[in-house]
C-alpha cells in the first residue's frame, strides 16, 4: 500500500505539470486536443473524450504532454486561427510553456504546507547523533578518549555533525593506512626526519644496515569536509599523494618504532610518506549533562572503525501558528532544493558519477519505505521535493523541455522572428530521443540498485 500511495503521489505531480500547460492555454484560447498521461511509446491503455480534448493514459507512464493543433499535420484548423498555439504573442507562449514549471512550484509548496498544518512540526534536516553504545575491543583507543555512551556528537575535528552520513565518512576517511596522505603532511614529517638525520638526502636510498632515527610527534592528516559533503550533496574525495602499495612492507617496519634499520630499500622520503600513512586522528566534541567536551583523539582502524553504534534522532521544527506555517514551509522548500540544485551541478561537473542517478523507481521504492517507517507525511514531503525537481529540471534550457521550448521563444524574441519550424523541429527530436536515452539507463540503474537492495 505505501508502494501504491507513492505512484500516486508521482503520477499526482505529472498531472499538476500538464494541467499547468493546458489551464494556461485554454485561459489564452489555445486550443487544446490531446491531454497526455504518460510518453506516446508502445500501447495506449487507455483514451476517451472530454469535451474537444482526447484524454490519453499511456503504458509508458514517465512523463504527460499536452497536445496543440499546430502538433498536428493534418489538423484542420486554419493557418491563421487565432486558437493556435503559435498565433499568440511570444509573452504568452511563453507562459503556456511555463506554467507546467510554475504548478509544479505551486505544488510543491501546497504540499509542505499541508503537511506544517496536519503534523503542525516539519522535519529540520538535521539529526541529533549519539553514541548509544561503545563496541570496540577494550585495546581500541575510544576506551581512552572520554567517550561515554549517551554522548551527543556535536563535531568530529571541528565539523559540524548533524547527520550520521557525516560521521560516518569522516570516519571511514581517517582509516589506519588508508594509502592517500596530503603533500603538506609528508614535508613536515620529511623536514623532522632530516632534522634527526642531517646526513641523508631525500631520494637517496638508505644504505642497508643503517639506522634511522624517527620523530616522535608524528604529522598526520586530519579529515575535513565542506557543508556539502557533509550534507551530502557531493561525494567526499580526499586528495593527495597515493602511497605505492609497495610500502606497506615499510608501514609495517615503521609502526610504533623509534628507530628504522634501513634494508637498502627505501629513500627518506618513502619513510616520511609510510610515516605518514599511519594514523588519521578523529577529535570529537560531545554534550554531556549540558556539558561541551572535547576528548581526546580516537584512531580509527585500517577498515575505518572506531567501534561505536550510532543513534539519531531528527529535531523537528513547530508550525502551530499561521505564520509559522507560511515560513518554515518556504525555508524547508528552500533549503532542499538549493541543496538539490547543487548536487545537480555536481552530475553535470562529474563529481557524481552517471551511475548513481537514479529516477522513478527508485524513488518509488524509497518513497514507499519512508511512508511504511515514518508514514504518510514523509511520502508527501519527498512528493513535494520531487516537484521542485520536476520544476528546475523542466526550465533547464534542453531542447525537448519546457526550458527549451523557453530559449526559442527567446530567440524568436530577439531575433523578430521566429526559427525555421523544421530546424526546431529536427533539434528537438534529436534531444528527445536523448532524453528516452537517458530515462531508459536511469531506470536500468533504478533496477541494479534493487537487485543489489
Given amino acids: 500500500m505505501s508502494i501504491i500511495i507513492m505512484i500516486l503521489l508521482l503520477s499526482l505531480l505529472i498531472l499538476v505539470h500538464e494541467a499547468g500547460h493546458f489551464l494556461a492555454a485554454r485561459a489564452f484560447g489555445v486550443r487544446v486536443d490531446k491531454f497526455g498521461f504518460g510518453l506516446p511509446i508502445g500501447p495506449t491503455l487507455y483514451?476517451?473524450?472530454?469535451?474537444?480534448?482526447?484524454?490519453?493514459?499511456?503504458?509508458?507512464?514517465?512523463?504527460?504532454?499536452?497536445s496543440?493543433?499546430?502538433?498536428?499535420?493534418?489538423?484542420?484548423?486554419?493557418?491563421?486561427?487565432?486558437?493556435?498555439?503559435?498565433?499568440?504573442?511570444?509573452?504568452?507562449?511563453?507562459?503556456?510553456?511555463?506554467?507546467?514549471?510554475?504548478?509544479?512550484?505551486?505544488?510543491?509548496?501546497?504540499?509542505?504546507?499541508?503537511?506544517?498544518?496536519?503534523s503542525h512540526k516539519l522535519p529540520s534536516g538535521d539529526y541529533e547523533i549519539y553514541a548509544s553504545e561503545i563496541s570496540a575491543p577494550k585495546t581500541a583507543s575510544i576506551w581512552q578518549s572520554g567517550l561515554k555512551e549517551g554522548d551527543r556528537i556535536l563535531k568530529a575535528n571541528g565539523c559540524e555533525i548533524n547527520n550520521a552520513y557525516s560521521l560516518i565518512t569522516i570516519v571511514k576517511n581517517s582509516a589506519k593506512s588508508n594509502g592517500i596522505v596530503s603533500e603538506k603532511t609528508v614535508n613536515e614529517n620529511y623536514e623532522k626526519l632530516k632534522d634527526l638525520n642531517p646526513g641523508l638526502s631525500k631520494d637517496e636510498i638508505?644504505?642497508?644496515?643503517?639506522?634511522?632515527?624517527?620523530?616522535?610527534?608524528?604529522?598526520?592528516?586530519?579529515i575535513t569536509m565542506d557543508k556539502y559533503a557533509l550534507k551530502g550533496a557531493k561525494y567526499f574525495k580526499k586528495e593527495g599523494i597515493t602511497v605505492d602499495k609497495s610500502l606497506n612492507e615499510l608501514k609495517k617496519m615503521l609502526d610504533n618504532k623509534n628507530v628504522y634499520t634501513s634494508d637498502g630499500k627505501y629513500t627518506m622520503y618513502d619513510v616520511a610518506k609510510a610515516l605518514s600513512d599511519n594514523i588519521h586522528p578523529i577529535t570529537l566534541?560531545?554534550?554531556?549533562?549540558?556539558?561541551?567536551?572535547?576528548?581526546?583523539?580516537?584512531?580509527?582502524?585500517?577498515?575505518?572503525?572506531?567501534?561505536?553504534?550510532?543513534?539519531?534522532?531528527?529535531?523537528?521544527?513547530?508550525?502551530?501558528?499561521?505564520?509559522?506555517?507560511?515560513?518554515?514551509?518556504?525555508?524547508?522548500?528552500w533549503d532542499n532544493t538549493y541543496m538539490?540544485?547543487?548536487?545537480?551541478?555536481?552530475?553535470?561537473?562529474?563529481?557524481?558519477?552517471?551511475?548513481?542517478?537514479h529516477g522513478v523507481v527508485a524513488i518509488t521504492k524509497i518513497g514507499g519505505d519512508m511512508i511504511e517507517k515514518s508514514g504518510k507525511s514523509s511520502g508527501i514531503l519527498l512528493a513535494a521535493l520531487i516537484s521542485m525537481n520536476l520544476a528546475i529540471l523542466n526550465i533547464l534550457p534542453i531542447p525537448a523541455l519546457d526550458g527549451g521550448h523557453l530559449m526559442f521563444l527567446i530567440i524568436e524574441k530577439i531575433m523578430g522572428r521566429p526559427l525555421d519550424e523544421k530546424i526546431i523541429e529536427i533539434i528537438s527530436s534529436i534531444f528527445f530521443s536523448l532524453l528516452i536515452i537517458l530515462m531508459i539507463f536511469v531506470v536500468f540503474n533504478d533496477i541494479t540498485l534493487l537487485i543489489r537492495k
Fill in 47 to 66: 483514451k476517451t473524450k472530454v469535451g474537444n480534448v482526447e484524454v490519453l493514459v499511456h503504458a509508458f507512464l514517465l512523463g504527460g504532454y499536452v
Fill in 68 to 118: 496543440f493543433p499546430d502538433d498536428e499535420k493534418d489538423c484542420d484548423l486554419p493557418k491563421d486561427s487565432p486558437e493556435r498555439f503559435v498565433n499568440k504573442p511570444v509573452w504568452q507562449r511563453a507562459i503556456v510553456v511555463t506554467a507546467g514549471v510554475i504548478a509544479n512550484v505551486i505544488c510543491a509548496v501546497a504540499l509542505v504546507m499541508l503537511v506544517a498544518i496536519v
Fill in 206 to 222: 638508505i644504505p642497508e644496515g643503517i639506522a634511522i632515527r624517527l620523530p616522535e610527534d608524528i604529522s598526520a592528516d586530519v
Fill in 285 to 333: 566534541t560531545v554534550l554531556r549533562d549540558g556539558d561541551t567536551i572535547e576528548l581526546k583523539p580516537i584512531y580509527p582502524d585500517s577498515d575505518g572503525v572506531i567501534g561505536i553504534v550510532i543513534g539519531s534522532k531528527q529535531t523537528m521544527i513547530e508550525t502551530r501558528t499561521p505564520v509559522a506555517v507560511v515560513k518554515e514551509s518556504c525555508v524547508y522548500l
Fill in 340 to 357: 538539490m540544485m547543487y548536487s545537480l551541478g555536481q552530475l553535470f561537473t562529474g563529481n557524481i558519477p552517471l551511475k548513481d542517478m
